[in-house]
């Protein structure tokens, strides 16, 4: 897909960029460069190809699942305005 001179005026006026008559020409082989690798993208087969979560083969590395630190909760809330049956309460910020 080729641009002429009239479309590259109106993408430059929609987004708002000043492309003098020198630089229409350029600007418009670098869009139909961009628009024609686009299309060959497009045109590759990748029925078959898993997707990526990642583009690099890398696994994280996780810490063992243990208890480090002991149960503070009854310490913690003897410094606490006001509890009940364990919970912390507040007052009411939305009514």
Do not use: C, W, Y
């Not at 310490?75 to 939305?94: E, H, M, R, S, W």
Request: glycine share 2%; hydrophobic share 40%.
């Amino acid at each position: 897909m080729a641009l002429d001179k009239s479309e590259v005026e109106k993408i430059a006026h929609l987004a708002r960029l000043r492309v003098s008559e020198a630089e229409s020409d350029e600007v418009a082989n670098r869009i139909t460069d961009i628009l024609t690798l686009i299309d060959q993208m497009q045109s590759v087969d990748t029925d078959s190809v898993e997707p990526l979560a990642h583009p690099l083969d890398v696994v994280q590395r996780l810490r063992k699942d243990k208890v480090t630190e002991t149960d503070q909760r009854e310490k913690l809330q003897a410094l606490a305005p006001d509890t009940q049956d364990g919970l912390f309460l507040v007052p009411v910020v939305i009514e």
